[in-house]
């Protein structure tokens, strides 16, 4: 065997988890998505070709082969019990007191705490042998958790191997790490648009989502979740010296876990409830759920001495947060056609002010959900926001109930089309099997049209509302074969709306594959796995002839994907749009690359880009960069070189700023990308 191969493995393997590390742990990334996926398929190349070489750490076994058929089960060496609760200042204060009695502290002399977010998500342990990833479990009942290892191992935050940066301390022959796995906001949001699109159940808030997403028993459906983790205990270990859990959190970030940065050490009781109660006012501020504190004493010595009871550790107490909650009422229930056909009932709501924004809208998930709460159209119900983001009913005020209220039945039939409704195959959702229904094309319009799909500015849900109602939509292909004349009848276009419309057609015709994948709107095929698919097939004709095997022997797609897309090209309705479109000039195949043209302001430069540009979608801009030599990044760090400031920019222009790194306005961008 050549050692130059095997040096080759081990460099990429070096480099993959050094950039894991930037992008996952330190939010710093040094080079764009696309250039981390070369390293890995380079990697995956030289080990397909020499197996022999492959090692338990190696980057390319995050996602297993084939699916479980069960979970086994795993002891844990030291229980994994739950927390008590406390909810007041005063209570805070008496927990300190009996900390105080029971380790003989005098009662004026101050305790040193440790307060952290209590991330909403799910408790899991990690073990490590000579710093070797060996398995990974859930809480379970505390004494004994499912075996989730292949799970866990999708989470690039998690080291397969623990590497110390700072060479302080070598790997322990033994390492328990705890800590909890969570999805972010906007990941969640994500989640259930895919799924609503999909006409899949939407999940009620980010913890049942990661919990749900620990729990796949395929791997590669996992990896599409985008589940992270926050570590924030050392559970069982062997060698390791550490005296305070302040230096159990530092030994925990060298060894390369992500740790939450707001972690705060308070020197006594009254810095932990000035901290629980700022947290409380902040929480908002964040990208993932958190329903409390944790507040810990800081000294390993007093959690030995301390103990604990059957169910909780003494030296450990959470705060807990009050839920925001609103009373409203319900004016009327209606019935939403997604653009798979999936019925949802929605609440339409007295408008109220609820966590910040005024809401007159609620989803009811399903009609067993109305069924099993007796929701109906005039109660007085309890909003609040699962998970601070999506608004639901979580209770009906019966004792306001003034007997005019009316029960909603479920319908007979598609309240669009009046077509025939049967329920799925999980007997959860009702759904209208009628392809010609025209609530489902108005969706699938817009999906296409949308900017992560087509890109057709100007065709928003209004316009689509109207092609459709006039007649000249009937699916979205009929979209390139609209005429100015045609768009004249319409309300609010005018000569120019029109003319701007017809150019933005035009222009979506030279779109590259992977939007037009995308946007066709394949069961559960979002961006991500459209450029996946485009990648691999460089012809919409290659993916429509494509066998379920072949397509799951492609990285990150599953049987359930490749299932979807067999049968979404199978169907006769679906080949005879894709005929339209042909027809219609729409580009079907993979855009070469264009790399040869290079702009010395550009070329070598690293982009950042945050918030709306208007003369271009963030695809195009991208595009245009690399296309100049230029690479973009998806993180602000102190390598960037420029960050380009669109309207609503977000955080990144904060940090940018804070970084002294070279903003530019959309003209700016404009004028340094034009070519010399």
């Known amino acids: 065997m050549s ?3 095997t040096e080759k493995i081990q460099k990429l393997r070096d480099a993959i988890r050094y950039h894991d590390r930037k992008y996952y742990i330190e939010n710093q990334p040094e080079i764009t998505d696309y250039e981390y996926d070369l390293l890995l398929k380079e990697l995956q190349h030289l080990e397909k070709s020499h197996p022999e070489l492959i090692t338990p750490d190696s980057p390319t076994l995050r996602v297993g082969g084939e699916p479980l058929t069960q979970f086994s089960t795993i002891d844990h060496r030291i229980p994994m019990l739950s927390i008590d609760n ?8 008496e927990f300190d007191q ?16 440790v307060v952290e977010l209590k991330i909403d998500g799910v408790a899991i342990t990690l073990w490590y042998e000579n710093g070797l990833f060996v398995r990974g479990a859930t809480r379970g009942d505390g004494i004994r958790g499912d075996d989730v290892s292949a799970n866990l191992k999708t989470i690039r935050q998690i080291p397969l191997m623990l590497e110390p940066f700072d060479k302080k301390h070598k790997a322990p022959p033994v390492a328990e790490i705890r800590g909890e796995v969570y999805l972010s906001n906007k990941e969640f949001q994500r989640l259930n648009e895919e799924r609503e699109d999909a006409g899949e159940p939407q999940f009620a808030n980010p913890r049942n ?16 979740r985008h589940l992270r983790l926050f570590a924030y205990a050392i559970g069982y270990s062997e060698g390791l010296e550490l005296k305070t859990h302040i230096q159990c959190l530092n030994a925990i970030r060298e060894f390369g876990l992500p740790v ?73 229930i209606t019935v939403q056609v997604g653009k798979t056909g999936t019925l ?16 007159s809208r609620a989803t009811l998930h399903n009609f067993d959900e109305i069924a099993r709460k007796d929701i109906r159209e005039g109660d007085h119900v309890i909003l609040q926001k699962a998970g601070e983001i999506i608004p639901q009913v979580v209770s009906v005020l019966k004792e306001k109930r003034i007997g005019t209220e009316k029960p909603f039945a479920e319908p007979a039939v598609c309240p669009a089309c009046k077509g025939t409704v049967v329920r799925d195959s999980e007997e959860v959702y009702l759904r209208c099997h009628n392809p010609c229904c025209q609530a489902q094309v108005k969706r699938r319009v817009q999906y296409f049209a949308g900017r992560d799909a087509m890109d057709i500015e100007g065709l928003g849900p209004a316009l689509a509302e109207q092609l459709v109602d006039k ?17 004249l009848t319409l309300e609010r ?47 919409l004709d290659k993916l429509a002839h494509a066998t379920q095997e072949e397509l799951e022997g492609i990285y990150e797609i599953g049987p359930v994907v490749a299932k979807s897309i067999v049968g979404f090209f199978q169907n006769k309705h679906t080949r005879e749009i894709i005929e339209k479109l042909k027809a219609g000039g729409v580009n079907t195949h993979k855009l070469a690359t264009q790399r040869s043209v290079k702009n010395p302001k550009v070329s070598g430069k690293s982009f950042v880009i945050t918030g709306v540009l208007q003369k271009y979608s963030r695809k195009e801009a991208e595009t245009l960069i690399n296309g100049l030599g230029g690479r973009v990044l998806s993180g602000v760090s102190k390598k960037t070189d420029y960050l380009v400031a669109g309207e609503e920019p977000g955080s990144k222009l904060d940090k940018a700023r804070e970084l002294n790194v070279h903003i530019l306005d959309e003209a700016a961008f404009e004028k340094l990308v034009q070519i010399p």
Request: overall charge neutral; some cysteine; proline content about 3%.
């Open 3 to 5: 050692s130059a191969i």
């Open 86 to 93: 406390t909810y007041s200042d005063n209570e805070l204060r």
């Open 98 to 113: 009996r900390i105080k009695r029971m380790a003989g502290i005098d009662a004026h002399q101050d305790v040193e705490y």
């Open 209 to 224: 989502a990661a919990a749900g997403s620990l729990k796949l028993l395929d791997s590669r459906i996992t990896v599409r």
């Open 260 to 332: 939450n940065p707001h972690a705060r050490a308070c020197k006594n009781i009254e810095e932990v409830i000035r901290c629980c109660n700022e947290w409380d006012k902040r929480r908002g501020e964040l990208d993932y759920m958190v329903d409390g504190m944790v507040v810990k004493v800081n000294s390993l010595a007093l959690h030995n001495q301390l103990g604990a009871t059957s169910k909780a550790p003494r030296w450990v107490i959470s705060f807990k947060f009050q839920p925001e909650q609103a009373v409203t009422k319900i004016e009327e």
């Open 344 to 359: 949802t009932p929605v609440a339409n709501l007295t408008p109220v002010l609820l966590a910040g924004t005024t809401v």
């Open 471 to 487: 007649g000249f939509v009937k699916d979205y292909a009929d979209i390139y074969y609209l005429r100015r004349e045609d768009l």
């Open 493 to 539: 276009m005018g000569e120019k709306s029109s003319q701007n419309l017809i150019q933005a057609i035009e222009k979506s015709r030279h779109r590259d594959l992977d939007c037009l994948i995308c946007a066709l709107g394949i069961l559960n095929v979002g961006t991500h796995t459209a450029e996946v698919l485009a990648e691999r097939f460089d012809t």
